[in-house]
C-alpha cells in the first residue's frame, strides 16, 4: 500500500495506546497528523509532542538495531521503530500495548530485568589452547554456523511469546527461554568453546519445557531460526547424554554419566 494511500482519510493516524501502570490502566485514543515515511515510533513520539507528554516508551537507536522499542501492536509483537504506518488501512485504528510477558512499569514500558539475570546464568564462553604458534584456527563454515546467533538484538519478543514464560509465572525461575537457548547455543557450536553446557540446559534452563511451537522464530526481527538452528541442536545434544541408552553406558563407562 502507498504512502498515499494511507496519508488520506485526512492525513491522521488513529491511535489506541496503552497508558497506565502495574495498579490499572486504559488505552488512550489520540489522532496525530500522519507524514509520509512515518514508523510507528515516530507517532508514539509525536502523540507525546502533541498530546501526553508524560507517555513513558522505550527506544533508543531507531534502525532495528537496539531492541528497545517492543511493543505489541495490533496485538502482534513487533519493533515500533521497524513498522511502517503504510502498512496498514487508510483510517484505521492501530493498537499499541507494552509486551504482555513481563511486568508494567508504566505505559509502554516494562521490566525485562528477568531476562538479564538469566543470562547471568549462562556459562561463560572458554575456549581451548592457543596453538603452538599461539595462533588459535577455526574452519570457516564453523564460523558461519553460530554467525546467526550474534544477530540477536535482544528485543525479548521471542521471550515474550513464548508461552512457557507468558502463560506460567511459576515457570519462570526455571526456564531461560528462547533468547538465552540462543546465546547457549551460540557458545555450544562455538568451534573455540570446550565448556559443557548440556547439564545447565537439563536442569537449570529447562530446556525440556519447550515444545517447539516456533512462535518464537515467527517474531523474531533479525530473522533467526531460534527453533530449528539452536533450540532443536540443543535439544538433540541433550537427549542423546541423558536419555539415549548406549550413550549414557558409554558415558558411565568414561565417567562422564549422570
Given at each position: 500500500?502507498?504512502?498515499?494511500?494511507?496519508?488520506g482519510?485526512?492525513?491522521?493516524?488513529?491511535?489506541?495506546?496503552?497508558?497506565?501502570?502495574?495498579?490499572?490502566?486504559?488505552f488512550?485514543?489520540?489522532?496525530?497528523?500522519?507524514?509520509?515515511?512515518?514508523?510507528?515510533?515516530d507517532?508514539?513520539?509525536?502523540?507525546?509532542?502533541?498530546?501526553?507528554?508524560?507517555?513513558?516508551?522505550?527506544?533508543n537507536?531507531k534502525?532495528?538495531?537496539?531492541?528497545?522499542?517492543?511493543?505489541?501492536?495490533?496485538?502482534?509483537?513487533?519493533?515500533?521503530?521497524?513498522?511502517?504506518?503504510?502498512?496498514?488501512?487508510?483510517?484505521?485504528t492501530?493498537t499499541?500495548a507494552?509486551?504482555?510477558?513481563?511486568?508494567?512499569i508504566?505505559?509502554?514500558?516494562?521490566?525485562?530485568?528477568?531476562?538479564?539475570?538469566?543470562?547471568?546464568?549462562?556459562?561463560?564462553?572458554?575456549?581451548?589452547?592457543?596453538?603452538?604458534?599461539?595462533?588459535?584456527?577455526?574452519?570457516?563454515?564453523?564460523?558461519?554456523?553460530?554467525?546467526?546467533?550474534?544477530?540477536?538484538?535482544?528485543?525479548?519478543l521471542?521471550?515474550?511469546?513464548?508461552?512457557?514464560?507468558?502463560?506460567?509465572?511459576?515457570?519462570?525461575?526455571?526456564?531461560?527461554?528462547?533468547?538465552?537457548?540462543?546465546?547457549?547455543?551460540?557458545?555450544?557450536?562455538?568451534p573455540?568453546?570446550?565448556?559443557?553446557?548440556?547439564?545447565f540446559?537439563?536442569?537449570?534452563?529447562?530446556?525440556?519445557?519447550?515444545?517447539?511451537?516456533?512462535?518464537?522464530?515467527?517474531?523474531?526481527?533479525?530473522?533467526?531460526?531460534?527453533?530449528?538452528?539452536?533450540?532443536?541442536p540443543?535439544?538433540?545434544?541433550?537427549?542423546?547424554?541423558?536419555?539415549?541408552?548406549?550413550?549414557?553406558?558409554?558415558?558411565?563407562?568414561?565417567?562422564?554419566?549422570?
Open positions: 500500500m502507498s504512502e498515499a494511500a494511507v496519508a482519510n485526512g492525513g491522521e493516524a488513529k491511535m489506541r495506546v496503552w497508558r497506565g501502570d502495574a495498579g490499572g490502566g486504559e488512550r485514543d489520540y489522532t496525530v497528523p500522519l507524514q509520509e515515511g512515518m514508523v510507528v515510533l507517532v508514539i513520539h509525536s502523540i507525546q509532542a502533541m498530546h501526553a507528554g508524560d507517555l513513558a516508551v522505550r527506544w537507536c534502525a532495528g538495531k537496539c531492541g528497545s522499542c517492543s511493543a505489541e501492536v495490533n496485538g502482534k509483537p513487533r519493533l515500533m521503530c521497524m513498522t511502517r504506518m503504510n502498512t496498514f488501512e487508510p483510517g484505521e492501530i499499541v507494552p509486551i504482555q510477558t513481563f511486568p508494567l508504566r505505559d509502554l514500558v516494562t521490566d525485562v530485568s528477568y531476562n538479564y539475570e538469566k543470562a547471568k546464568t549462562v556459562p561463560p564462553f572458554k575456549p581451548k589452547p592457543k596453538e603452538a604458534d599461539g595462533t588459535r584456527r577455526m574452519y570457516q563454515e564453523d564460523i558461519d554456523r553460530v554467525q546467526e546467533f550474534h544477530k540477536c538484538i535482544e528485543c525479548f521471542c521471550q515474550n511469546v513464548c508461552h512457557v514464560i507468558r502463560d506460567h509465572d511459576d515457570n519462570k525461575p526455571s526456564f531461560a527461554g528462547p533468547r538465552l537457548f540462543v546465546r547457549v547455543a551460540s557458545l555450544e557450536m562455538h573455540l568453546d570446550t565448556d559443557d553446557r548440556l547439564e540446559l537439563r536442569k537449570e534452563a529447562g530446556l525440556g519445557f519447550c515444545n517447539i511451537t516456533k512462535c518464537c522464530t515467527e517474531v523474531c526481527p533479525e530473522h533467526i531460526k531460534i527453533t530449528d538452528n539452536s533450540i532443536i540443543l535439544k538433540e545434544r541433550v537427549v542423546t547424554r541423558f536419555y539415549d541408552p548406549i550413550a549414557r553406558l558409554l558415558g558411565a563407562l568414561s565417567g562422564k554419566g549422570s
